[in-house]
């Protein structure tokens, strides 16, 4: 028994197979799916003890099971699988149609199956009706990574400097992989606010049409502080006429990852309207200064006609201040949608960060400012300090109850 692929904090897959060739064909589909998640390999059909042993190590969520070796020890497997995790989910794997066979699987528990040769065409909706399926019974649907969209209503809002720094503060939510793309096309600059180079862009991981894996994703993204980092391509030319749907990159960024913020660009055009029905929160950035204010307007009434929900737009004001622009009370009467939060102004913070390429520091204005939107966002909130809130012995606890009754 091994395990391939890198850690994942969401699940793991364990794939019982004793044909090794069905196991070879399995495996790449297995990381162009579910990409950086465990897969705990047995290559033989184990004994109750030694699969009780390995689920309680590995705890997985999916078993794909060899049936078609050894018949017999295939279905007595799937009642013993079942009868260690009953939520298990279980995809046998044949290699012929067999209806008999399938059958009989699907009477003793298994969820769905493969027929050889196994494809991405046959595997997709198999998971797709298994996170269906896992939803409904109340967990988490697969590929829980939250995808956020920063996007200004026009140039010079500050779009990109908080798509940047929003990354970073979901290490503060205990958050260990992260993703930052830049899906700008022709003004991307998380590049220039972080000082990064790359020799791939996200205009690469669109031209994979046969799919992507993690293996050749982790040569696309560049890591910066423990946030993987996909670039918009250096010539802004590059791959501009050929974008294509970003539906299978946001999708394999969303499986990969715990959370996916993308700065997005410009607030028109079919590239931009891709993006935004793929993301589930859209962070739309203007100002309180009249002209943004006029283009944020024609930017909800663009994204109005194309049908995009405005219960997922969370309005951000930028540069907020009061003696320059209008009020909060004001933006919201004039645009008919409430503002989500306010950002002050913080222009010395924002330069000295973007002389030195890094984040803005977190005990910044615009960095606690940051760590409140963040909190907002994933509705839990964080001590700014780090530090955790001391809990009561038990010992005072129960003194404490101790006096509370004899003073009643």
């Not at 950086?36 to 794909?64: D, G, H, K, N, W």
């Not at 109340?138 to 969209?149: H, S």
């Not at 908080?162 to 022709?186: E, F, V």
Request: charged fraction near 20%; proline fraction near 5%.
């Amino acid at each position: 028994m091994r395990e391939s692929s890198r850690p994942n904090n969401r699940q793991n897959v364990l794939a019982i197979c004793p044909d090794q060739r069905m196991l070879s064909e399995l495996k790449p589909l297995i990381s162009q799916h579910l990409p950086l998640t465990p897969v705990v390999e047995i290559t033989a059909y184990p004994e109750r003890q030694a699969l009780q042993t390995a689920m309680s190590s590995q705890a997985p969520t999916l078993c794909f099971l060899d049936a078609a070796t050894r018949r017999d020890s295939a279905l007595s497997m799937i009642s013993t699988l079942l009868s260690i995790d009953p939520a298990l989910q279980i995809v046998v794997l044949l290699a012929a149609n067999e209806p008999d066979l399938i059958l009989g699987c699907l009477r003793q528990g298994a969820s769905e199956f493969l027929l050889q040769p196994f494809s991405s065409d046959q595997l997709h909706p198999v998971l797709e009706r298994l996170a269906q399926l896992h939803s409904r019974a109340g967990g988490e649907t697969r590929g829980g990574a939250k995808v956020y969209g920063v996007l200004s209503v026009k140039g010079a809002c500050g779009s990109t400097t908080i798509a940047t720094n929003l990354a970073y503060q979901w290490k503060r939510h205990g958050q260990k992989k992260i993703l930052l793309a830049d899906l700008d096309p022709m003004t991307g600059t998380v590049s220039f606010l972080l000082k990064l180079k790359s020799t791939y862009s996200f205009v690469d991981a669109l031209s994979r049409r046969d799919g992507l894996d993690s293996d050749l994703w982790k040569g696309l993204v560049t890591q910066y502080q423990g946030v993987d980092v996909l670039l918009s391509p250096e010539n802004p030319m590059d791959g501009l006429h050929d974008l294509g749907d970003p539906d299978l990159v946001v999708n394999f960024c969303r499986q990969a990852y715990e959370s996916v913020t993308l700065d997005l660009g410009a607030s028109f055009g079919e590239w931009t309207l891709s993006l935004v029905n793929l993301c589930d929160e859209l962070l739309l950035v203007t100002t309180n200064e009249l002209p943004a204010l006029r283009a944020t307007q024609r930017a909800l009434l663009y994204f109005d006609a194309n049908r995009i929900d405005r219960a997922k737009i969370r309005l951000i004001i930028n540069r907020f201040n009061s003696d320059v622009g209008l009020s909060q009370e004001a933006i919201e009467t004039a645009l008919h949608n409430d503002v989500f939060h306010l950002i002050p102004s913080d222009y010395e913070s924002a330069q000295k960060a973007l002389m030195e390429g890094k984040p803005i520091a977190s005990g910044t204005d615009f960095g606690r400012n940051m760590l409140t939107l963040a909190d907002r966002l994933s509705g839990k909130k964080i001590d700014p300090t780090g530090k955790k809130k001391r809990k009561e012995s038990t010992w005072s606890s129960l003194f404490s109850s101790l006096v509370s009754k004899a003073t009643s």
